[in-house]
Structures are given as C-alpha cells and as structure tokens.
C-alpha cells in the first residue's frame, strides 16, 4: 500500500509534465494570425543580423524577391559592396547644410566611435546617399561608401526648413531609395543622418515583423499602431510584401501632397495593416530615444534622434549635450 501511494505523485508530475510539454509544442506551432503568438515571440526573443539561427535564416529568406533589372547600376554595385552576410546594408541620405563642417555628418560618424558593441565595425556596411554634390564631395573626405543621387532634379542642398516643399522632396526620396533597395534583394536599416548611434540597434529588431520603425511616442505594445510612428529609423526585409508596400505608400502621396512620407505612413497604417497582413514592431523610446517623449536611461539607450526640435542649430546643440552626457556615463562605467 505504502507502494503504490509513493507512485501516484510521480503519476501525477509525469502527467503535469506531459501537459506542459504539449502546451509548449501547441504555441510554438501557431501561426502569426494567432493571439498567443505574442507569447511565442517574446519567449523566442528579436534578434538582428549577425545571430541567426537555422529558423532566423528560414523567416529572412522566405518569399524573398529576386534582384530585378534596375536603372541605376552604380547603387546597386555599391550597395552589394557594403553588405553584410546576410545582405543587409546601412543607408543614409545627406545634403550640403548636414554635411558642413562640424555639423550632422561629422556628429553621426563620431557618434559610432564613441559608442558601445563596437558598433564602428557597422561603417563598413554604410551607405551615405549624398543629395547634391558638395555633400558628396565631404562625404567622400570621410567614408569610403558614397553615393550621388543625380535623378532629383531639385535643390536639396539647403537645410530646408520643415514641412517647406523642398523638405518634402527630399524626405520622399528615400522611400525611392527603400524600395530600389529590396528590389536587389537587400534588407536595409536607413537610419536619418541626426540619428546618434550608440548601441547596436540590430538588436531591437524583431525577425517576426515586416518592418522595424522607431517611435516618436510609444506606449508599450510594440505591435501596436497607436503608437506614433518615427521613420528616422526603419528596417525591413526584401519580401514581395514589403516592395508593394513601399509602392503603396509612394502613391498615397497623391492624397496627400503636401505631407511628408511619416505623416502619409501614419495617416495609412491600417489600410498597410489590413490590406497586406503587414507586422510592424515599433520600437520603444527607451532604446531609440529622442526628444518627442525624453528618456536618458544610459542603459538601455541605444541610438538617439533630436526629432521634436526645428532648427539644424538647436538640433546640433542638443545633440553635442547628449554625446557629452553619454561619454561620462561610459566614463563612470568604466572607473566602477
């Protein structure tokens, strides 16, 4: 008697762990259109390019387009130069006002060497898409991957002030440059020249997701579009999905002419959501700071965007604050 007592709580932990152990199978299994799926991201973590595993490969390369015939030969070759293993590359676009002495091309460069995860090794797979050609001619001075942008036909040299039409142009080109990109089967991360980096920002990217945006305000689930949408920072893989929604979103600019490309975003991320059973992760402003919802948490500040502020010299101002903050942070790190 005293046997068979002693047996039956083992039966019951077999039991309990069999149960578990089907649960754990069941929600790893289930598709993205399902509830619990959160749960199986969260569990499976988000990591970025460099640490991937066999199931990573699978979702980057899945439905994954094959390079289409492009116009422009030169981008296409240099951005093949730049890119890391998996094919994803870096982008960035500049003009003569941010590309002046001490001003945001020179900040943005400095902001890698000054930053953490020797993330210095993340200039050789930057591409700097020069707008006119005084900003190619610095950017040729500092970085060995350089490109002119001839096909605009419009002054982008100033600093154009925001929301003049001429800001407008110049923010609209690079969802060109996006889309050219994932047609040559790329991933990309663009990252607006102002954005400091000073961590890895691979590593808020979730797999899962279609796109990667950063946040002007986020208010905790990063799947959802209440947040406000922040394109100063965009990842995305080169799925079919993802080049028609990139042409979809160009052509909503029709109605909206007079809206820059993130307030057209914003203006459609249901239609994007609805229409192409697009995932977007939105990043948390704890990790892609900026000035729109102010978090200085040293450790968990990643990259940093002074969007919220008008003015190329307020913005360098208070840029060089931060720079200054963040080297003593890592300055009292180091003496502790």
């Known amino acids: 008697m005293s046997i068979e007592k002693s047996k039956t709580p083992l039966f019951h932990y077999g039991i309990t762990i069999f149960l578990a152990a089907v649960l754990f199978v069941y929600v790893f299994s289930l598709d993205s259109k399902n509830p619990l799926d959160r749960l199986r991201r969260d569990w499976l973590g988000a ?22 015939e492009s116009h422009d030969e030169s981008f296409v070759r240099m951005i093949k130069k730049a890119a890391m293993d998996d094919k994803t590359v870096i982008l960035t676009d500049v003009n003569e006002a941010f590309s002046a002495p001490n001003s945001m091309l020179d900040l943005f460069l400095e902001s890698f060497h000054n930053g953490e995860d020797n993330i210095t090794r993340l200039l050789d797979h930057l591409v700097i898409v020069a707008m006119d050609q005084k900003a190619f001619e610095k950017c040729k001075s500092v970085h060995h991957y350089c490109y002119l942008h001839e ?28 889309q050219l990109t994932l047609e040559q089967g790329y991933s990309f991360l663009f990252t607006d020249i102002d954005v400091m980096w000073f961590r890895n ?7 899962y997701a279609d796109l990667t945006i ?3 305000r986020f208010y905790g689930n990063p799947e959802d579009h209440s947040n406000d949408p922040n394109t100063g920072l965009v990842y995305a893989k080169p799925t079919r999905k993802n080049i028609e929604v990139l042409k979809y979103w160009l052509e909503a600019r029709q109605r ?8 057209v975003y914003y ?10 059973d697009l995932k977007v992760q939105y990043v948390s402003t704890e990790y892609w700071a900026n000035f729109c919802q102010l978090q200085k948490n040293f450790t968990k500040l990643t990259t940093f965007h002074p969007c919220c502020l008008v003015g190329l010299e307020q913005k360098i101002a208070q840029i060089k604050i931060i720079t200054e903050e963040w080297k003593s942070y890592k300055s009292n790190n180091l003496k502790s």
């Open 47 to 68: 990591k970025g390019p460099g640490n991937t595993t066999e199931e990573m490969e699978e979702l980057c390369t899945k439905n994954l387009v094959p390079p289409q």
């Open 151 to 178: 096909d605009i036909g419009i002054d982008l040299s100033s600093e154009n002030v925001y929301m003049t039409k001429a800001y407008v142009d110049l923010v609209w080109t690079k969802v060109r440059l996006w």
């Open 201 to 207: 920002p691979f590593r808020h990217i979730n797999v």
């Open 214 to 216: 950063g946040s002007d």
């Open 256 to 263: 909206f002419p007079e809206a820059h490309e993130q307030t």
């Open 267 to 276: 203006e459609i991320r249901h239609e994007l959501a609805s229409k192409f």
